[in-house]
């Protein structure tokens, strides 16, 4: 933590700092392995982040900012404060592996791997409120704004492509709208 806070000291421009996680199976499920084991500071854009979360929750340290607003029904709520940070600053780099993430079956997003559509049936909703937010803080941008649409989108596809009752997908479509409008948009390009 240390090396970190001496490199956000050192780069002020800079509001978030973050390193490689090693990332080990509680029992052995799968081979351990290094989580974003590269050295492109030119990958570390607030666009990359905003397309996908390459920043383990375990091994971040931020610049300190407000957190007034902030809303606590998104999820990953881990990617959301990236995003917060990443836009009041420049996203640091330490290629060095300082901690490591245990993924066992009792956690959060273990069915991600394993049952994408239960994942998505479970935390869907959250994740599009995780958009909606998105698209409070970056859909000024048009860029940002086709991003997110993108992840509306995948939540889509999800539960399409899994299977999902048309009850159910109905059901999804139509908070999706009360949700975020520009679902709709989303939806319609699918």
């Not at 607030?46 to 407000?66: A, C, D, F, H, P």
């Not at 990443?86 to 009792?106: D, L, V």
Request: aromatic fraction near 16%; include cysteine; glycine fraction near 4%.
């Amino acid at each position: 933590m240390q090396k970190q806070a001496d490199f956000l000291d050192s780069h002020p421009d800079y509001g978030i700092v973050f390193h490689p996680v090693r990332v080990f199976f509680e029992n052995g499920e799968a081979k351990d392995s290094i989580f974003l084991k590269k050295n492109d500071s030119n990958f570390f854009t607030l666009e990359n982040l905003l397309k996908e979360n390459y920043i383990q929750t375990n091994s971040v340290m931020y610049r300190r900012v407000e957190y007034a607003n902030l809303s606590s029904e998104v999820m990953p709520f881990d990617w959301y404060l990236h995003l917060i940070h990443a836009k009041r600053g420049k996203i640091g780099f330490i290629n060095q592996t300082m901690s490591a993430y245990r993924r066992h079956s009792e956690g959060l997003w273990w069915d991600m791997y394993n049952n994408t559509l239960h994942a998505w049936k479970q935390h869907g909703h959250s994740y599009l409120k995780l958009c909606r937010e998105l698209m409070i803080l970056f859909g000024d941008n048009d860029e940002y704004r086709k991003i997110i649409n993108q992840h509306v989108a995948r939540v889509f596809e999800a539960y399409y492509y899994g299977s999902l009752d048309d009850k159910k997908y109905n059901e999804l479509a139509s908070t999706a709208v009360d949700i975020l409008p520009s679902a709709t948009w989303a939806f319609a390009q699918g």
